[in-house]
């Protein structure tokens, strides 16, 4: 019931938005639990009809015996109503359905051939619209669910991102979403159709004979027990399944993601030890959810089955009539359905809760860095970026950056050098503003970033990084996520001056290939040649380069400096440099070491200054020109 009560909570902002279908729906479900009752009635009036008609001698002995119960115990008005329009029904379609020995007319052939399939045909009809109404429902809720999340998630900051794997997230988005859905689609119509049907048919064979039903039903609340132990069991295996589930999808991404070192190391047979053993826990907890599902039909059966005999006894003892006996059998078999499917439904709701549970807790979550409600717009970058006594420390660690000042003129070419480790992806992760400093402040024309529209800033900015990032899409799409909207003309111009368009123009496809489709085909300097030539069509002032060519080979390299080379031209320029003979057109270079700058000046100054920059310059083989001169003297 609790669980209910959550999901309902959870689902009900969104299930609001379809009320007219979900009304519907409901609707249809009580019509379809309804009519399930007429069968009851059909078989009973059926039987009668065929059975032998009573002799005259026995209808006036349980005529008398009626009247003498009436005046014991005289009926009430309800009881009378009910009996007159029982009377008055049976009279109605007394014309339409054959008696036994009775002639048959053409009115009561076709009322027989056709009673029961009507009447079969209407409960098909309204349980295929209730439950393409709650489909239809579901569907659309699942749709605004997963559009939700995801809107969440892109909101969450990076420490998020940090921590999750990304076979949580396909969980989240797949596996919890899609458990609401069994959930809503098969359990929420089965919680109308079913409880309305066990109504209806217990009511009319109530109506028949509350005897005899009561005798029936009375082993059904022994089932309540083992339903409610089977179901918190499921709920159990159903959870540590999701999570054994999310750890194999991790372990599949993390595997083929990496899948040249694993063949390198030769580690088949240890990531295959792994998968092994998260699926020998997935078939232990298959296992278990099986028992506490499937074991639920066989007693629910059981319990039927008993209620049954005790009928059967019951009617030989008192003598009933066969028709009493086909209505009731009726009836047990189309209450066992409903209540077989009702067994079911918390378990639905059990796996559905630990699903909504799990979304709660993440649409609970905040952003760490977020947009202020009144952000100031920024339109262009004019003058200055800032860094003053910044000093920033991821979660649990020690600060990446120490009362780091810097200020940057827009047209600088700032060259940042550093050991691994110094904090300089950092820097460039702060000015993205995929963090907020601990303290300090850094500010693009005198405004604090964190006041500023969170996409006009970083619209201000374009990123090439070291993983070279390229979506399933067609190239020419590719680069036109660098401003959206893009026109093919500019499309073209930026893959022109990334040195991009010739051997995109050499692919079968051109512009029209993806990326995926033509990985072996395209080198890893094409490939940051299309991300450079994203960058170029975003046409922003401030250009970061994060060690942008570390990941290619000399050749390349030489290719992608050229077409960088030209995309700095007239920007502001943070250029982070593995390579530090990159930094040579620099106006200035920061060296930083454990957070903080040790050591700034011009590349020749600071080959000069024989510090920390001429010490990673020797590891490079880089040399003072002077020194070079001197070296040639000796
Ligand atoms: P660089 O780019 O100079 O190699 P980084 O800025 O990446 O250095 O890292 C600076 C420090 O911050 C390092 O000690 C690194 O371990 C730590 N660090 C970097 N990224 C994270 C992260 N996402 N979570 C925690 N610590 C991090
Ligand atoms: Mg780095």
């Given at each position: ?23 519907t ?17 059909a ?27 009436d ?13 007159k ?5 049976e ?6 359905l054959?008696t ?12 027989g051939?056709l ?22 429902v ?33 969980g ?51 089932i ?5 132990i ?72 059981t319990?039927?089955?008993m ?15 066969i ?25 639905y ?54 009362n ?58 374009a ?19 660098g ?6 003309e ?16 050499a ?37 970061i ?19 960088i ?41 600071l ?28």
């Amino acid at each position: 019931m609790n669980n209910l009560k959550n999901i309902f909570r959870f689902g009900w902002p969104y299930l609001k938005r379809y009320k007219g279908r979900l009304i519907t729906g409901i609707l249809l479900g009580f019509l379809f639990g309804a009519s399930n009752a007429s069968f009851v009635w059909a078989t009973k009036t059926l039987f009668t009809r065929l059975s032998p008609p009573p002799s005259q001698e026995k209808l006036a002995a349980d005529r008398a015996e009626q009247e003498r119960a009436d005046q014991k115990n005289p009926p009430g008005v309800f009881k009378t109503e009910a009996k007159k329009i029982q009377r008055y029904l049976e009279s109605a379609m007394d014309p339409l359905l054959p008696t036994m020995g009775r002639k048959l007319d053409w009115r009561q052939m076709i009322g027989g051939l056709l009673l029961l399939p009507i009447l079969v045909c209407f409960r098909g009809s309204v349980g295929y619209l209730n439950t393409y109404c709650m489909a239809w429902v579901s569907e659309r809720v699942i749709k605004d669910l997963r559009l939700d999340l995801l809107h969440k998630l892109n909101s969450l900051s990076m420490d998020y991102f940090n921590k999750s794997t990304l076979g949580e997230l396909m969980g989240r988005v797949n596996g919890d979403t899609q458990a609401l859905y069994r959930c809503m689609s098969l359990g929420f119509s089965d919680l109308i159709k079913e409880p309305i049907t066990v109504l209806a048919v217990a009511a009319a064979l109530f109506w028949a004979d509350w005897k005899l039903t009561m005798l029936s039903l009375m082993f059904v609340p022994t089932i309540v027990i083992p339903i409610r132990i089977l179901s918190k069991k499921a709920k159990k295996a159903f959870k540590s399944g999701m999570q054994e589930g999310m750890g194999q999808d991790s372990l599949v991404v993390e595997v083929y993601s990496s899948i040249k070192i694993v063949k390198a190391f030769c580690l088949e047979p240890f990531q295959m030890e792994r998968f092994k053993k998260i699926y020998d826990r997935l078939v232990r907890i298959g296992m278990k959810s099986t028992q506490a599902k499937e074991l639920i039909n066989p007693i629910i059966e059981t319990v039927s089955v008993m209620g049954l005999g005790v009928v059967i006894i019951f009617i030989c003892y008192t003598h009933k009539s066969i028709p009493d006996m086909a209505s009731f059998l009726t009836g047990v078999v189309l209450l066992y359905t409903p209540i077989k499917k009702l067994g079911g439904i918390p378990v639905y709701f059990q796996q559905a809760n630990v699903g909504a549970e799990r979304l709660m807790a993440l649409f609970a979550l905040e952003p760490t860095v977020k947009e202020k409600v009144d952000a100031t717009p920024l339109t262009g970058f004019k003058t200055e970026l800032t860094f003053e006594n910044v000093t920033f420390a991821y979660p649990g660690k020690s600060p990446a950056l120490k009362n780091f000042s810097l200020t940057i003129p827009r047209g600088m070419k700032l060259g940042i050098a550093g050991e691994s480790g110094s904090g300089k992806s950092t820097l460039v992760s702060l000015v993205l503003r995929f963090y907020d400093p601990t303290s300090g402040l850094i500010k693009i024309d005198g405004h604090d970033i964190r006041d500023l529209s969170m996409t006009d800033m970083r619209g201000q900015m374009a990123l090439v990084s070291q993983d070279i990032v390229l979506f399933d899409q067609t190239i020419a799409e590719n680069i036109a996520n660098g401003k959206p909207g893009a026109t093919r003309e500019e499309i073209e111009a930026a893959a022109r001056a990334a040195y991009a368009h010739e051997f995109i123009m050499a692919l079968p496809k051109g512009y029209e290939t993806r990326p995926g489709e033509m990985a072996k085909n395209l080198s890893g300097g094409q490939k940051q040649r299309l991300c450079i030539a994203r960058a170029f069509v975003r046409n922003a002032p401030i250009l970061i380069l994060d060690e942008a060519t570390a990941s290619l080979d000399a050749v390349a390299e030489g290719e992608v400096q050229a077409a960088i080379d030209h995309l700095a031209e007239h920007r502001t320029v943070i250029c982070i440099a593995h390579r530090l003979s990159t930094l040579t057109n620099t106006d200035r270079i920061i060296v930083m070491d454990n957070g903080r700058i040790v050591e700034q000046g011009h590349f020749e100054e600071l080959l000069q200054a024989d510090g920390s920059f001429a010490n990673l310059a020797r590891k490079q083989g880089l040399q003072a020109k002077k020194n070079l001169v001197a070296q040639r003297a000796t």
